[in-house]
């Protein structure tokens, strides 16, 4: 069926940089929607950032990391990014890849990575 493989994630110091990547394969006929979400422990899993495959390719980012996170696309590898800046110890999480998509046989089906681990801390 369709696999989503993220990686990127690692251990750095408060207000440090680090680029997260996603990619997706397999059966897939078209990707309406790609995102990161996180989940710190004991916490939540919350939506992160978010952006569409269609043309315009919108995005959308949670206040907490706008300013400082920027998601994106690539098409052609059917691939997202997150590049994260100036990191803060509470964006420690496992950050997860989603989407959105119809696969050959057209069925929609919403798939999460494994999730990589990202640990801000001196």
């Known amino acids: 069926q369709v696999q989503l493989v993220e990686s990127g994630g690692g251990l750095v110091q408060p207000g440090g940089s680090l680029r997260l990547s996603c990619t997706a394969s397999g059966s897939i006929h078209h990707i309406y929607t790609m995102a990161w979400y996180r989940q710190a422990p004991g916490k939540q899993r919350d939506l992160v950032a978010t952006v569409s495959m269609t043309r315009g390719g919108d995005t959308n980012l949670a206040d907490s990391v706008k300013g400082r996170f920027t998601i994106s696309r690539d098409d052609a590898k059917s691939t997202v990014y997150l590049q994260m800046n100036s990191l803060k110890p509470d964006d420690t999480a496992v950050y997860y890849c989603?989407?959105?998509?119809?696969?050959?046989?057209?069925?929609?089906?919403?798939?999460w990575g494994r999730g990589t681990q990202v640990t801000v801390s001196s």
């Open positions: 989603n989407t959105f998509l119809i696969t050959n046989d057209l069925v929609r089906r919403d798939v």
